[in-house]
């Protein structure tokens, strides 16, 4: 499959947003659908659809068959050793919140310290504040630098003999940082503490290899990586889900249960209480095969290339700033527009057709840090041209003219 | 909705130069507004006579065209107003900016109408409603107003 044609594969393409062609740069966001993982949702549902792991008719062993089979090919597609290290969540949140909430129960104490970075997204500090409030454990972040990333040696500076666990972003979803994950965890293990990758950015452009990444969790945003919403995944550690207590509980995760008492289920089952999210896992293996088909590899080269140029026009046009330079940058561009606040930027872009992202996009600690109460954000996709590039400098400069 | 209809002109001026932007000394009440979707903050000042009179009004703040210029436009509009005045202006806009296509209250001249109505446009963008409400909302907190239960936008 040639990126060349891949906008044809996404039938969002095919219709006119308020009468403009769509230039689609809110990936960071969530991203578009290709039409075989749409397909997929409507076959399922019309022709294969069963509850899983429970029945024994045709249906419903059919449809475990499909449901694990998404499990065997996200192992494959992030190189797990084991097919149960792989649970399916309701998203990149609640993968973070299981851990954070099973770990914090099981591990953490007053006084211990979890750290974070200044980049972090809301979901990976909000989960560790309930610990703070309930266990009176201790939040650190380890500083972001003038560039808008965060080093090996600030995240060595910040451990301390009392630091229980490490949670931090693979990619910043603002200014596109990409962290030295594999030597911050490779830091963290000759310390004895584990670490806790937000994939959410990650998963989606990079190439992943848990094996040789070697962390302990990590978590994936199944929309971001062109595949339905409401379902995320927590890669764990075999010995972690072991070792840690159930999140939830409910049909599905247990053994045995009585009056007296109740055990739970063997791995992944034990982390997947309830009904899950059948159709959107079905359907995600057939993102994942989209993504192999045109190759990860492939898909970051184009990013990075269309990154690079993107960086190019925007720095040419003066009144544009852009936020974050870090050495190694992921397809995000955020940026401030001289006297245009990036809100009235996004409405304006939107009569273009040009959607982007405007706001704190989640991270309010690292906006505080800009001195900055919102940026505008243009993030790249699979899909996107250099075309859509200039698109967005175009619209970028009616802004200027309408607020001249 | 054409987009000239939001950016009209005179939300331009007063988004680029508000009026009665900065705190002033003398204020006896004050609070703030706050938009949680992008961050934005006003904070708006007064000084309430003991009738209940708006003797100054200002704010200060950072946020999007719409937002400034409408903190901007209400402190023009609010100065020299007693309660129950501000209390019916303070509903009739939000009244307006939600639903109703025109301003009813006697109490606003044609010429502050005009300029309270440059803000309607955002009722197409539900999104930006937030911003163009955010200084009335921190003015009703200031004048110790109280939600109405049964109408967020509505104070009793």
Redesign the interface.
């Known amino acids: 499959m040639s990126i060349k044609d891949i906008k044809k594969e996404f039938p969002i393409f095919n219709n006119k947003i308020q009468n403009n062609d769509l230039v689609y740069l809110d990936s960071a966001n969530s991203s578009q659908k290709p039409q075989v993982v749409v397909d997929r949702i409507y076959d399922f549902y019309t022709k294969e659809f069963s509850n899983v792991g429970r029945s024994i008719h045709y249906l419903a062993v059919a449809a475990t068959n499909l449901y694990e089979n998404t499990r065997t090919l996200v192992q494959n597609y992030i190189n797990a050793k084991d097919k149960n290290e792989i649970v399916f969540t309701k998203g990149a949140t609640e993968a973070i919140n299981l851990v954070a909430s099973t770990f914090g129960q099981k591990y953490l104490k007053e006084g211990d310290e979890v750290l974070l970075t200044e980049l972090e997204h809301h979901s990976n500090y909000v989960p560790w504040h309930y610990l703070r409030k309930s266990k009176g454990v201790k939040i650190k972040f380890a500083e972001m630098d003038e560039n808008g990333d965060v080093t090996l040696e600030t995240i060595e500076k910040n451990i301390t003999d009392k630091t229980k666990i490490i949670a931090i972003t693979h990619l910043s979803n603002v200014t596109g940082a990409i962290l030295p994950v594999k030597e911050i965890t490779k830091l963290a293990h000759s310390k004895k503490i584990p670490v806790l990758i937000d994939g959410c950015q990650g998963a989606p452009h990079l190439k992943l290899d848990m094996q040789d990444l070697d962390c302990d969790f990590y978590a994936i945003s199944c929309h971001k990586m062109y595949g339905p919403t409401g379902l995320g995944i927590l890669y764990a550690k075999k010995k972690w889900l072991e070792e840690l207590p159930p999140y939830q509980g409910g049909g599905g995760m247990i053994r045995e249960v009585k009056k007296e008492g109740i055990t739970f289920g063997e791995l992944p089952n034990k982390y997947e209480a309830g009904t899950m999210a059948t159709a959107q896992v079905i359907a995600f293996g057939e993102s994942i095969k989209f993504i192999n088909k045109i190759g990860i590899e492939n898909i970051e080269k184009h990013e990075r290339e269309l990154t690079v140029y993107g960086e190019e026009v925007l720095r040419k046009n003066n009144s544009v700033k852009l936020i974050g330079n870090p050495k190694d940058k992921g397809s995000v561009l955020s940026f401030t527009l001289d006297d245009v606040h990036p809100h009235d930027i996004a409405t304006i872009l939107d009569e273009d057709g040009v959607a982007i992202r405007a706001g704190h996009h989640c991270c309010q600690i690292l906006h505080e840090k800009l001195g900055l109460s919102a940026t505008a954000r243009a993030s790249l996709g699979v899909y996107n041209t250099k075309e859509d590039l200039d698109q967005l400098n175009e619209s970028l400069n009616k802004c200027k003219k309408i607020f001249s | 909705m054409d ?1 000239k209809e ?2 009209q002109e005179i939300i ?1 001026d007063h988004g ?1 130069n508000p009026r009665n932007l900065g705190k002033f000394e003398n204020f006896n009440k004050d609070a703030e507004g706050y938009n949680p ?5 006003v904070h708006v000042f007064l000084k309430l006579n003991e009738n209940k009179e708006i003797e100054d009004i200002s704010f200060e703040g ?5 937002s400034m210029a409408s903190a901007s436009i209400m402190t023009e509009l609010m100065k020299d107003k007693k309660n129950p005045e501000v209390k019916e202006i303070l509903n009739d806009f939000l009244d307006m900016i939600k639903q109703s296509p025109e301003l009813k209250s006697q109490l606003i001249k044609e010429d502050e109408k005009t300029k309270l109505m440059s803000l309607s446009g955002v009722k197409q ?1 539900p999104m ?1 409603v937030k ?1 163009a409400t955010i200084a009335w909302h921190a003015l009703a907190s200031a004048m110790e107003y109280k939600k109405d239960e049964n109408d967020s936008e509505k104070f009793i």
């Open positions: 987009l939001l950016y331009l680029k979707l992008c961050g934005d903050k950072h946020g999007c065209a719409i963008y930006r911003c």
